[in-house]
């Protein structure tokens, strides 16, 4: 979700044990701080999780190039054999990864992100003028479609009421959607890629965030997600169970490592939390399309439109929970 420029440069072997190399060059700059994001990335390539880390430059990073892989597409992530690969793969990150001592700073396990970053873009949208907008065409739309007075009480209730308190927390990534998923073509392997939002969150969200991303909608112009391929409950069964199973198999045996619930119970536990956390999900990235309609525009991709679908879906989630 921010705009990054990729080079693939080939030709090392047999001098180096690698062929080809994934130079990165950042994007967005101001809204990530790179220097963390980098360390934080080299620490997760180090555990197996990320590509390989090679060594970083001024404005961008040098990565191990992803030979014989491809993104994700929509119509992959409803396949059940990959879904699971995937939900492997993410719980090796929040049960398996561990956030080094020097970067315990940026990344502590007592702050998971999700509402301090909702409550920081909820009050940078509410401060936001008609004025602002990059056109007055955008303007005009922002003050027909968004009411973020009712947006502000839906986070509120949703902290007060709906979110549990006791969720667990580990490292996220926090923007799994099908573009940041590799997959190997011939082994089915997957690989996850592009950690730039991951930090400390509710494992909850990580999982909900995965589910709504299989609706899509950055991809095209429009901002249009289409719900119609939101995971069935079958769909997320399967999801959950197998993202239980593997988390259970890497406990460490100690005791605050160890779930006291039986694994059918925490299945059930984790479905049951997924729900809440999809709500959350919706406002979440709502309200970060809202701030983007106004440094970036609408003109390449329209973020209002995106975070108007976003927040509908939220209203028509909130009915089916609550009945």
């Not at 990320?50 to 990073?61: D, E």
């Not at 992959?76 to 879904?83: A, E, I, K, P, V």
């Amino acid at each position: 979700w921010t705009y990054q420029v990729l080079y693939c440069i080939s030709g090392f072997y047999p001098a180096q044990d690698y062929d080809a190399i994934l130079i990165r060059v950042f994007g967005a700059e101001g809204m990530i701080d790179r220097d963390v994001e980098t360390s934080t990335f080299a620490s997760l390539a180090e555990y197996g999780v990320a590509p390989l880390y090679y060594g970083r430059f001024g404005n961008g990073r040098i990565e191990g190039w992803l030979d014989n892989h491809s993104p994700l597409s929509l119509a992959d992530l409803q396949r059940r054999t990959t879904s699971e690969a995937i939900a492997l793969q993410m719980a090796k990150l929040h049960k398996g990864f561990r956030v080094p001592e020097t970067l315990a700073e940026w990344h502590d396990e007592e702050k998971p992100a999700m509402w301090s970053q909702m409550i920081s873009w909820m009050d940078q949208a509410k401060a936001i003028q008609v004025g602002d907008y990059k056109t007055k065409e955008d303007g005009e739309r922002g003050k027909k479609l968004l009411d973020l007075d009712q947006i502000e009480k839906e986070l509120h209730w949703l902290k007060d009421s709906i979110i549990p308190k006791n969720s667990k927390v580990a490292f996220c990534h926090n923007d799994l959607l099908a573009g940041n998923i590799m997959q190997n073509q011939d082994t089915g392997e997957i690989k996850l890629i592009d950690f730039e939002y991951g930090g400390v969150n509710y494992v909850g969200f990580d999982i909900a965030n995965h589910f709504n991303e299989y609706a899509g909608g950055t991809t095209e112009k429009d901002g249009k997600p289409d719900y119609s391929l939101f995971p069935d409950f079958d769909q997320q069964r399967a999801f959950v169970s197998c993202y239980v199973k593997t988390s259970r198999s890497l406990s460490t045996g100690d005791s605050n490592d160890v779930s006291e619930m039986s694994e059918e119970e925490e299945i059930e536990n984790t479905l049951e939390e997924v729900k809440a956390y999809v709500l959350a999900n919706h406002l979440y990235w709502g309200l970060w399309a809202v701030n983007q309609t106004v440094s970036e525009g609408t003109e390449e991709f329209d973020y209002l439109a995106y975070g108007y679908h976003r927040f509908s879906r939220y209203f028509e989630s909130k009915d089916k929970l609550e009945k």
